[in-house]
C-alpha cells in the first residue's frame, strides 16, 4: 500500500471533512464569543458592535453610502440595516436622506455626533483588540485576515451560484 504524501499549502486535494467542521464550528463560536466581548466594552457607549461597525464603514467610506450598499458591506439583510439605521438616525449619529437621482434610493451619512462616537468607540475598540490579540504574532493575524477575506469572497459566489 503506498504513502500519502503529506499536503502541502496550495495543493487542490478535497479538505478533510471533519477538520472543515471543526473549522466552521470554531469559526462561529469565536465570532460570537468576539462580538459578546466587544458589545460589553462598548455598553458604557451604548452602541453594540453591530451599530460600531455600521458607523465604522460609514467613516471609513470614501463615498456616500446607499442602506443597500451598507447593508451589502457588513452582510446582513436590508430590513436588518433599516432597523439599525432607525435606531442610529434616533441617537443622531446618522441621517438618511433620499438619492437625489431616485428617491427610492436613501443615502447614510454620519453626522457630527455620530463621527465623535466613532471615536470613542473607535479607541475602546482598539484596547480591546490589543488586549485579545497580545502576543499574537502580527504575521499570522495578516494571513488569518486574508483567510476569512477569501472565504467570505467564496462563500458569497457560491450563493450566488444557486
Do not use: N
Not at 59 to 87: C, F, N, W, Y
Not at 111 to 122: C, F, I
Amino acid at each position: 500500500m503506498r504513502k500519502r504524501a503529506p499536503q502541502t499549502p496550495g495543493d487542490d486535494a478535497a479538505p478533510d471533512p471533519l477538520l472543515a467542521e471543526r473549522f466552521a464550528i470554531a469559526l462561529h463560536a469565536t465570532a460570537r464569543a468576539w462580538r459578546v466581548a466587544l458589545d460589553d466594552r462598548l455598553k458604557d457607549l451604548a452602541v453594540g458592535s453591530g451599530a460600531w461597525m455600521a458607523i465604522a464603514v460609514l467613516a471609513r467610506s470614501d463615498t456616500v453610502l446607499s442602506q443597500r450598499a451598507l447593508a451589502d458591506r457588513l452582510g446582513i439583510e436590508a430590513p436588518s440595516m433599516g432597523v439599525m439605521i432607525d435606531r442610529l438616525a434616533e441617537a443622531g449619529l446618522v441621517t438618511r436622506t433620499a438619492c437625489p437621482g431616485d428617491r427610492r434610493i436613501k443615502h447614510v451619512r454620519l453626522t457630527d455626533a455620530g463621527r465623535e462616537r466613532y471615536g470613542k468607540v473607535q479607541a475602546e475598540a482598539r484596547a480591546f483588540h490589543a488586549h485579545v490579540l497580545a502576543d499574537v504574532d502580527q504575521v499570522l493575524v495578516e494571513r488569518v485576515t486574508s483567510l476569512f477575506e477569501t472565504l467570505r469572497d467564496r462563500a458569497a459566489e457560491r450563493c450566488l451560484d444557486h
